[in-house]
């Protein structure tokens, strides 16, 4: 039941109150009551034939039980006892949950969908005198709309495919609720939810297939590094003073790393001619200079502190 307005309310008490003073001014012992009781039925007559409908409203008027108009919104008049207002009529965009418990999809896979409709009245007299409750109505058909799309979708298009499910649903409920003077603006799909057996299973198909990615990109590398490694050997062929310098490069970097044990094969030695008495002379300085150059950097340090 709608609330009184507060203007009705207060055009009640003005009328009740100037009956009351008039009553007192002419001051009738014979008068008076029936001045006070008639200004009460008036104020009372008056307030009822008044309604106000918010803007986002409208108001269905019945005359003696027939449909007359729609009113609203703002302020209106009625008449008392033959017209009356049996529907408010809220004209915004309203909100709509529901679900569809243990569907089966087209894969025979037992889901739980929860979601969101959002629609609003475009006809009030659609919505009213030819339905009885058009808000149930409108639910009910939203749950047997998702669960007809969920029978006909396969799990992994649901899953996948929420946006085109979503869209699909809401053309299904916009056709059924037209004549009936309700849009559907969108629908939406909160969540799908599925066996936590199947989460499982779907959760080590997923990781399967990440290792799978994850080999051939590493079996991918391994042939670009061979590839990089055959060029660098055909440069090196061709050139056998960049190889020998690349080879005491290497071993000077072992050096630094650990001056203590080095093992060298005796092929890379050969190689690189350290067997001869040119060969360790040149690592014998290069090592001795890198010493000479550590001391000096000790003895500075110990210098400062």
């Known amino acids: 039941m709608r609330k009184v307005s507060s203007f009705a309310a207060l055009v009640f008490f003005i009328i009740l109150i100037a009956g009351i003073l008039t009553s007192t001014i002419i001051a009738s012992p014979e008068w008076g009551p029936g001045i006070v009781t008639g200004s009460f039925f008036v104020?009372?007559?008056?307030?009822?034939?008044?309604k106000v409908a918010d803007q986002w409203e409208e108001a269905v008027v019945l005359r003696l039980g027939k449909y007359k108009s729609i009113k609203g919104p703002g302020l209106f008049f009625i008449i008392p006892i033959i017209e009356s207002v049996p529907y408010w009529i809220d004209l915004r965009v309203i909100t709509t949950t529901f679900k569809a418990e243990k569907t089966l999809?087209?894969?025979?896979?037992?889901?739980?969908?929860?979601a969101v409709l959002f629609w609003k009245v475009i006809d009030t007299k659609k919505a009213t005198i030819g339905l009885a409750d058009y808000r149930n109505a409108i639910s009910w058909a939203a749950q047997t709309a998702?669960?007809?799309?969920?029978?006909?979708?396969?799990?992994s298009d649901m899953l996948e495919g929420r946006d085109r499910i979503s869209d699909v649903v809401r053309k299904i409920i916009d056709?059924?609720?037209?004549?009936?003077?309700?849009?559907?603006i969108s629908v939406e799909i909160k969540d799908v939810l599925i066996p936590h057996s199947l989460e499982d299973a779907m959760s080590m198909q997923a990781q399967a297939e990440r290792e799978r990615q994850a080999r051939v990109i590493l079996g991918d590398s391994e042939r670009q590094i061979a590839e990089k490694?055959?060029?660098?050997?055909?440069?090196?062929?061709?050139?056998p003073t960049a190889f020998h310098l690349r080879a005491m490069n290497m071993l000077y970097e072992g050096l630094k790393q650990n001056?203590?044990?080095?093992?060298?094969?005796?092929?890379?030695?050969?190689?690189?001619?350290?067997?001869?008495?040119?060969?360790?002379?040149?690592?014998?300085q290069q090592m001795n200079s890198k010493s000479a150059k550590d001391d000096a950097e000790n003895d500075l340090r110990l210098g400062k502190v």
Not at 105 to 114: A, E, F, R, W
Not at 146 to 155: A, F, H, P, Q, S
Not at 175 to 184: A, K, L, N, Q, S
Not at 231 to 238: G, V
Request: hydrophobic share 45%; charged share 20%; no cysteine.
């Open 229 to 239: 490694f055959g060029e660098a050997a055909k440069s090196y062929s061709e050139n």
């Open 43 to 50: 104020a009372l007559f008056v307030s009822s034939a008044i």
């Open 259 to 284: 001056s203590t044990i080095v093992v060298v094969p005796s092929t890379a030695v050969e190689t690189m001619q350290l067997g001869t008495v040119a060969g360790l002379t040149a690592l014998t």
């Open 146 to 155: 998702l669960r007809d799309v969920i029978g006909k979708t396969m799990l």
């Open 175 to 184: 056709e059924r609720t037209e004549p009936w003077g309700i849009d559907v």
């Open 105 to 114: 999809t087209k894969d025979t896979v037992p889901v739980d969908v929860d």
